[in-house]
């Protein structure tokens, strides 16, 4: 099965120039790499990187034909395409900005802008209607981890997944390439903390199951794990088998430990 490893950019790079930079930097190591055949980085391991909304469609342009692929980091819950929402950027605007994806719940969004159930229904179905993939984040508090709550939040987080497929059955058939969950622990979001393998495992065993239970075609969409994650242990991650990837935030913003985090994947998943 094909591993991702995708960069949340958040709010950097500060200037254009240095998202430049960023973005040149990884495609010559790439193309680098992959000339000197020492490394199978894009073989098993689909890269993608989620620049702020300004950057975008300057990212999408460059990794035009380039085996990168990229997203947005939200959409707008108000409408798919256009309307009076200052600030606000719709689907339609996204998917023309030229990305192809778009992260959505992640743990900052619900957290500094209160995205609630009724938010991120509505964020989904625009962003799948206008044919974007969606990369759905959930995860648990630190207190919510210390109370064993984990599963229950997880379940009532992916509630959404089951409502949208309940309200719009006709987007089934194609839900299993376009939606990737991402198993964030918000306690382990830019800490340097960790959940052991064995519980993202457990944690990733539950998520398949209960989205298999939405739908039997979704038995093999991705999950990705995300929290910390960085080029030394990135291998652990990789080789467990109900991990497909990695949500990668601060070590995605580094041309090395990004494609040393993509290259364990790729490895693990050959
Ligand atoms: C994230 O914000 O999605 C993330 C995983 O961040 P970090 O890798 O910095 O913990």
Not at 16 to 40: C, F, G, M, P
Not at 61 to 68: K, P, T
Not at 145 to 161: A, F, N, P, R
Request: proline letters at 2%.
């Amino acid at each position: 099965m094909q591993a991702w490893v995708i960069g949340n950019w958040k709010q950097n790079p500060a200037t254009s120039h240095d998202v430049d930079l960023l973005l040149n930097n990884l495609l010559t190591t790439i193309d680098a790499k992959e000339q000197a055949n020492t490394e199978r980085s894009s073989s098993r391991c689909q890269l993608m990187v989620a620049p702020s909304c300004i950057h975008l469609a300057a990212v999408s342009a460059r990794l035009a034909g380039s085996s990168i692929l990229s997203a947005a980091q939200d959409v707008s819950a108000h409408s798919a395409s256009v309307g009076a929402y200052t600030g606000d950027c719709s689907a339609q605007q996204i998917a023309d900005a030229g990305a192809t994806w778009t992260i959505l719940g992640h743990s900052e969004r619900r957290q500094y802008h209160s995205e609630s159930h009724d938010t991120l229904l509505q964020k989904v179905t625009h962003a799948l209607t206008q044919g974007l993939g969606v990369v759905f984040c959930i995860g648990e508090t630190q207190a919510q981890y210390d109370d064993k709550q984990t599963l229950d939040v997880i379940d009532t987080q992916l509630s959404v997944i089951k409502e949208v497929i309940t309200t719009q059955p006709d987007l089934i058939s194609s839900l299993s390439d376009r939606l990737i969950i991402a198993y964030e622990p918000v306690w382990a979001i830019g800490t340097g903390k960790v959940p052991t393998v064995s519980e993202v495992s457990q944690t990733h065993q539950h998520i398949k199951q209960t989205i298999t239970g939405f739908a039997e075609s979704l038995k093999v969409m991705s999950v990705l794990y995300g929290g910390s994650v960085n080029a030394d242990n990135a291998d652990s991650f990789a080789a467990d088998p109900m991990i497909d990837g990695a949500l990668v935030g601060g070590a995605s913003l580094k041309v090395e430990s990004f494609l040393a985090i993509a290259n364990a994947f790729s490895r693990a998943k050959d």
